[in-house]
């Protein structure tokens, strides 16, 4: 689009100068026409004129001026020209005059310019000044600064044209340099994103594409949409697994070079792959070891799914570097969608993100963008950002499950398990938000909330049931509440608080938490069974199963995994291995003077087979599921409990 402010627009906003002619000159100044052209002969610029010498003079210094300019009339007529502008149009001054001047520079080639132009000659605006791109007849192109001024004390306007074709190489050569990476001449970040947001605003301007289809739709059918074009966009967003090794061990020259070789790989497979219109991909260095290939107008998920596997084949060939051969692979994110509705931010999200998982996969390989594993992503983010605020606002809660004892049913004592009841996602498990805990370090504060609150309740039941055999409370304990905070100055200071005695806790930490403790780790658990707490370990068979380490540890239980006991489910065509398994380790456990819980218990067959063994208490669906304190109550004493599973 042509310029039609008073100063120069952006370069590529700006018209090529093609054959046109001016509308027809506005009837209101046909009247004056005449009168206008009488006056011709006394025009300082006309070689008919007087000749006084001021005005003689005057004429001259318009001949003379090496910036071309003309005389224009009120209906954009020639009415003289000097011969700068008829050397840089390639042609006469003479030739020029009784000439459109919209025609001689290409004023007619817009609306918004040509009724700027008018505007000036009609004397209601003071000044048009655009650039345009004009063809010399010799063929070669220039780049030209218009301006159109009135003439004080005349109806004439003055045109003038300024050759800026320098500068304007000089802004393109700037640009260049600024748009493109010096290692890899590849365009840089910069002009990546300028170039998808254009993509993407004239997708928008075009409106949808035609129906969208599965996700791994490809159309057949081009020229129905926008003559050629598809209204789709893709991105394959890509870096090199350990190229900052390579940095480190081999030098920066040498990496400098291994990119600059990966560009190449990557602009060869964008040209030769897949269905683009010209210059329908993009390839840029986004830097660092990243790389991106913009397709425009693509064609379905299977283009870029192919031009992906495509990257990765050209990237395994070995690069040879002055003599130094070196391997590199690459990880990929690859993004395929309708560009109607998206945003450069929102398409590089997903990229990034697909990206990542592409790295966590495995490396070396493609991943495409899974609308469901983003939105898990991205509830896993929203938990994240608001789990520690949750904690002050109180919306954790506790249930407990049973631990019965295996030889009469009695419930010996319950497992403390927390719930968040988030505002948006309802009631959470554990395994939805402590992982996210112990990543972020709020566990440490959740940890403490549950242990204080565990205890404080552990109390009370024993406070209303003053003549039943007290239960004891199993809280799980991270193992970086053992790092990040004083667990054993916790612990003594919610038994004091609460008035717990120190046997009735029993703290579980996993098996893969305690494996190889020593140091802090170990001198707090010592100290918790020193101070009367008991210590299990939780999920017992599921780690590294070293039994060596129990003989060091101050551990008094054993909570053997569930799968163990979902072996003894098929009574009827039982394993023999699982029972003789189970069975070596409460012999063993025994001998050392460990407890043995079995968990995920859910039926009677269950049960009596674990009992046979020889295993300590049971805990499952068989007796009750994680209940409100209040269930809890209610089975204080009672035995044994029933064996059918509980309601949800």
Same mark, same amino acid.
């Given at each position: 689009m042509s310029g039609t402010s008073e100063e120069p627009v952006h370069p590529s906003a700006e018209p090529v100068l093609t054959e046109s002619h001016s509308p027809a000159p506005d009837p209101d100044h046909d009247r004056d026409r005449d009168r206008d052209r009488d006056r011709d002969r006394d025009d300082p610029a006309d070689p008919a004129g007087p000749a006084d010498p001021e005005l003689r003079d005057y004429r001259a210094a318009f001949r003379a001026a090496r910036l071309p300019m003309a005389l224009v009339d009120r209906d954009g007529i020639v009415l003289a020209a000097n011969d700068s502008l008829g050397s840089l149009l390639g042609t006469g001054a003479a030739a020029l005059r009784r000439q459109p001047a919209a025609d001689l520079v290409d004023l007619a080639a817009d609306g918004r310019t040509w009724h700027a132009y008018r505007e000036v000659l009609g004397g209601r605006r003071s000044r048009l000044r655009c650039t345009r791109r004009l063809k010399h007849p010799d063929g070669h192109s220039l780049w030209a600064e218009?301006?159109?001024? /009135?003439? *004080?004390?005349? /109806?004439?306007?003055?045109?003038?044209?300024?050759?800026?074709?320098?500068? !304007? #190489?000089?802004?393109?050569?700037?640009r260049h340099l600024q748009m493109h990476d010096p290692v890899t001449r590849l365009p840089n970040r910069t002009l990546f994103f300028e170039r998808l947001t254009a993509a993407l605003e004239s997708a928008a301007a075009e409106g949808p594409a035609p129906d969208e289809g599965p996700a791994d739709h490809t159309y057949q059918s081009y020229e129905s949409y926008g003559h050629g074009r598809t209204g789709r966009i893709g991105i394959c967003y890509l870096d090199l697994d350990g190229f900052k090794a390579v940095n480190d061990t081999l030098g920066h020259r040498v990496g400098d070079r291994l990119l600059a070789a990966v560009a190449g790989r990557l602009t060869a497979c964008a040209d030769g792959y897949g269905y683009t219109r010209s210059s329908g991909h993009l390839v840029a260095r986004l830097g660092g070891d990243e790389f991106a290939i913009l397709v425009e107008d693509s064609t379905g998920t299977e283009q870029l799914a192919d031009l992906a596997q495509s990257v990765l084949t050209a990237l395994q060939e070995p690069f040879d570097l002055s003599g130094q051969r070196l391997s590199v692979s690459a990880s990929i994110g690859?993004?395929? !969608?309708? %560009?109607?509705?998206?945003?450069a931010t929102r398409l590089m999200q997903a990229a990034d993100t697909t990206l990542y998982w592409a790295k966590a996969d495995g490396k070396a390989r493609w991943t495409l963008f899974d609308p469901e594993r983003n939105a898990h992503r991205m509830t896993r983010q929203a938990l994240s950002s608001t789990l520690r605020p949750a904690v002050e606002r109180g #919306?954790?809660?506790?249930?407990?499950?049973?631990?019965?004892?295996?030889?009469?049913?009695?419930?010996?004592?319950?497992?403390?398990?927390? !719930?968040?009841?988030? /505002?948006?996602?309802?009631?959470?498990? /554990?395994?939805?938000?402590?992982?996210?805990?112990?990543e972020d370090g709020s566990i440490v504060e959740l940890g403490r909330w549950v242990l204080h609150t565990a205890c404080r309740q552990a109390r009370q039941w024993q406070k209303d049931h003053p003549g039943d055999r007290p239960l004891f409370v199993s809280v799980n304990v991270a193992v970086r509440q053992v790092w990040d905070s004083d667990l054993v100055a916790d612990v003594a200071g919610i038994l004091a608080e609460t008035g717990? %005695? *120190?046997?009735?806790?029993?703290?579980?930490?996993?098996?893969?938490?305690?494996?190889?403790?020593?140091?802090? *780790?170990? $001198?707090?658990? $010592?100290?918790?069974?020193d101070m009367g707490v008991r210590i299990a370990i939780d999920d017992?068979?599921?780690?590294?199963?070293?039994?060596?380490?129990?003989? !060091?540890?101050?551990?008094?239980?054993l909570k053997?995994?569930?799968?163990?006991?979902?072996?003894?489910?098929?009574?009827?065509?039982?394993? *023999?291995?699982? #029972?003789?398994?189970? #069975?070596?380790?409460v012999g063993l456990s025994h001998r050392l003077g460990l407890t043995v819980t079995a968990e995920c218990v859910e039926t009677s067959g269950q049960a009596a087979r674990l009992r046979r063994i020889g295993c300590d208490t049971g805990q499952g669906w068989l007796y009750s599921r994680p209940v409100a304190p209040e269930r809890i109550a209610e089975l204080i004493g009672v035995t044994p409990l029933p064996v059918q599973p509980q309601p949800a």
């Amino acid at each position: 689009m042509s310029g039609t402010s008073e100063e120069p627009v952006h370069p590529s906003a700006e018209p090529v100068l093609t054959e046109s002619h001016s509308p027809a000159p506005d009837p209101d100044h046909d009247r004056d026409r005449d009168r206008d052209r009488d006056r011709d002969r006394d025009d300082p610029a006309d070689p008919a004129g007087p000749a006084d010498p001021e005005l003689r003079d005057y004429r001259a210094a318009f001949r003379a001026a090496r910036l071309p300019m003309a005389l224009v009339d009120r209906d954009g007529i020639v009415l003289a020209a000097n011969d700068s502008l008829g050397s840089l149009l390639g042609t006469g001054a003479a030739a020029l005059r009784r000439q459109p001047a919209a025609d001689l520079v290409d004023l007619a080639a817009d609306g918004r310019t040509w009724h700027a132009y008018r505007e000036v000659l009609g004397g209601r605006r003071s000044r048009l000044r655009c650039t345009r791109r004009l063809k010399h007849p010799d063929g070669h192109s220039l780049w030209a600064e218009v301006t159109v001024a /009135p003439v *004080p004390d005349s /109806p004439r306007v003055l045109l003038s044209v300024a050759d800026i074709s320098d500068r !304007r #190489e000089l802004q393109a050569r700037l640009r260049h340099l600024q748009m493109h990476d010096p290692v890899t001449r590849l365009p840089n970040r910069t002009l990546f994103f300028e170039r998808l947001t254009a993509a993407l605003e004239s997708a928008a301007a075009e409106g949808p594409a035609p129906d969208e289809g599965p996700a791994d739709h490809t159309y057949q059918s081009y020229e129905s949409y926008g003559h050629g074009r598809t209204g789709r966009i893709g991105i394959c967003y890509l870096d090199l697994d350990g190229f900052k090794a390579v940095n480190d061990t081999l030098g920066h020259r040498v990496g400098d070079r291994l990119l600059a070789a990966v560009a190449g790989r990557l602009t060869a497979c964008a040209d030769g792959y897949g269905y683009t219109r010209s210059s329908g991909h993009l390839v840029a260095r986004l830097g660092g070891d990243e790389f991106a290939i913009l397709v425009e107008d693509s064609t379905g998920t299977e283009q870029l799914a192919d031009l992906a596997q495509s990257v990765l084949t050209a990237l395994q060939e070995p690069f040879d570097l002055s003599g130094q051969r070196l391997s590199v692979s690459a990880s990929i994110g690859v993004v395929e !969608r309708r %560009a109607h509705g998206s945003t450069a931010t929102r398409l590089m999200q997903a990229a990034d993100t697909t990206l990542y998982w592409a790295k966590a996969d495995g490396k070396a390989r493609w991943t495409l963008f899974d609308p469901e594993r983003n939105a898990h992503r991205m509830t896993r983010q929203a938990l994240s950002s608001t789990l520690r605020p949750a904690v002050e606002r109180g #919306e954790f809660v506790l249930e407990y499950q049973p631990l019965v004892d295996l030889a009469d049913g009695a419930v010996r004592g319950v497992e403390a398990l927390v !719930r968040w009841n988030h /505002p948006q996602f309802g009631l959470l498990t /554990p395994n939805r938000f402590v992982g996210i805990a112990e990543e972020d370090g709020s566990i440490v504060e959740l940890g403490r909330w549950v242990l204080h609150t565990a205890c404080r309740q552990a109390r009370q039941w024993q406070k209303d049931h003053p003549g039943d055999r007290p239960l004891f409370v199993s809280v799980n304990v991270a193992v970086r509440q053992v790092w990040d905070s004083d667990l054993v100055a916790d612990v003594a200071g919610i038994l004091a608080e609460t008035g717990l %005695a *120190p046997h009735l806790l029993q703290l579980e930490l996993t098996e893969s938490a305690v494996m190889g403790s020593a140091g802090r *780790p170990l $001198q707090a658990l $010592q100290a918790l069974s020193d101070m009367g707490v008991r210590i299990a370990i939780d999920d017992f068979g599921t780690g590294y199963s070293n039994l060596a380490y129990l003989s !060091r540890l101050p551990v008094s239980v054993l909570k053997l995994d569930g799968s163990f006991v979902r072996g003894f489910q098929d009574e009827e065509h039982a394993n *023999p291995a699982d #029972e003789l398994i189970v #069975e070596a380790l409460v012999g063993l456990s025994h001998r050392l003077g460990l407890t043995v819980t079995a968990e995920c218990v859910e039926t009677s067959g269950q049960a009596a087979r674990l009992r046979r063994i020889g295993c300590d208490t049971g805990q499952g669906w068989l007796y009750s599921r994680p209940v409100a304190p209040e269930r809890i109550a209610e089975l204080i004493g009672v035995t044994p409990l029933p064996v059918q599973p509980q309601p949800a």
